[in-house]
């Protein structure tokens, strides 16, 4: 792999925002929401993230992230899942372990068909001490309350067909730490409150009507979703107030039937968020496909 494209050196704040993405896959009407990688799309499902690959060093040192997660369909629009960080850090010697464990839910509040619209309310709770504190994990707890948004724009006029197949998905939260300040030894850290926002823009031509006819749902270029991600996050106090850091993430998903495989590079949007680029792959596995009759389906139907 080419320098510009295997290291990014991120500040240690920004690991939740890039490495703890849990999405799901899902159709509103007619149109298709894919798993992205770097946000969370607005559609509870059935799935599992496989380690996804990310180069991730820390600032002076280099990381690799090997996020793991699981969501279960309680009922058709209400989901829990969790996610479990391995983390391998190191310039000459490496530490490696797990960071602090996440867990996360989200409800469908609302879906319209006919506009390919739908909006969710969830979050997630990072579990304080649950983690490697070697490698920075807290050990306070971190509870974030998110509201996401997606919208198809199938429903678009004629003179607008070509816009048809883009996909938006946005999400908008607060992470709100259970301990203002953390004290190790005469050091006294801030833990600001933080607003995380990030979007995703794609272009994709699987459709509910599309994929019916298995025979092109597997052709493999209209299962390619080119797509770009940004992920920000902003502190509302502190130090660091106001001052916003992120990534901007494009890449490409292919679509299958019971799985999808994507990658994205990773750039800083500032020289505060980090330099150079890194990149994220990942496996993601439809188990309403996999298992409709089992584990695929929702406990209470």
């Known amino acids: 792999m080419a320098n510009w494209a295997r290291y990014l050196v991120v500040p240690s704040f920004l690991a939740p925002l890039v490495a703890c993405s849990e999405a799901s896959a899902s159709y509103v009407g007619d149109r298709f929401f894919p798993s992205t990688l770097a946000t969370v799309v607005p559609t509870p499902a059935d799935f599992v993230n496989f380690p ?24 058709p629009d209400w989901s829990v899942s969790f996610t479990a960080n391995y983390r391998m ?25 006919e506009h390919e619209f739908v909006f969710s309310a969830g979050g997630t709770l990072a579990l304080g001490g649950t983690g ?11 509870v974030t309350p998110t509201l ?5 724009f199938g429903d678009l006029s004629d003179s607008l067909a070509w816009l048809r197949p883009v996909n938006v998905t946005a ?7 259970t301990e203002s300040t953390t004290v190790t030894g005469a050091t006294t850290v801030d833990n600001p409150d933080i607003l995380q926002w990030g979007f ?17 749902a597997h052709r493999f270029a209209e299962g390619l979703v080119p797509l770009v991600e940004f992920a920000m996050q902003t502190p509302l106090n502190g130090p660091s107030a106001g001052q916003t850091t992120g990534t901007i993430n494009p890449g490409v998903i292919w679509v299958g039937e019971y799985a999808q495989l994507g990658v994205e590079a990773i750039v800083p949007v500032n020289a505060s968020s980090g330099r150079d680029i890194g990149v994220r792959a990942q496996l993601h ?3 309403g496909n ?11 139907d």
């Open 171 to 177: 999400t908008l939260g607060v992470a709100l730490p």
């Open 89 to 113: 850090v190191g310039r000459g010697s490496t530490r490696s372990g797990f960071d602090d464990l996440v867990l996360g839910t989200q409800y469908e509040l609302y879906s319209s068909a």
């Open 52 to 75: 996804q690959l990310m180069q991730l060093p820390d600032t002076g040192s280099r990381e690799i992230d090997f996020p793991f997660a699981y969501s279960k369909l309680i009922t």
């Open 200 to 216: 995703a823009l794609e272009y994709s031509l699987l459709t509910n009507s599309h994929s019916a006819d298995k025979g092109n």
């Open 148 to 152: 996401y948004i997606g919208k198809g």
């Open 132 to 142: 490697s504190s070697d490698l920075g994990a807290k050990s306070f707890s971190t």
């Open 285 to 287: 596995l439809y188990l």
């Open 290 to 300: 996999i298992f409709s009759n089992g584990i695929g389906k929702p406990i209470f």
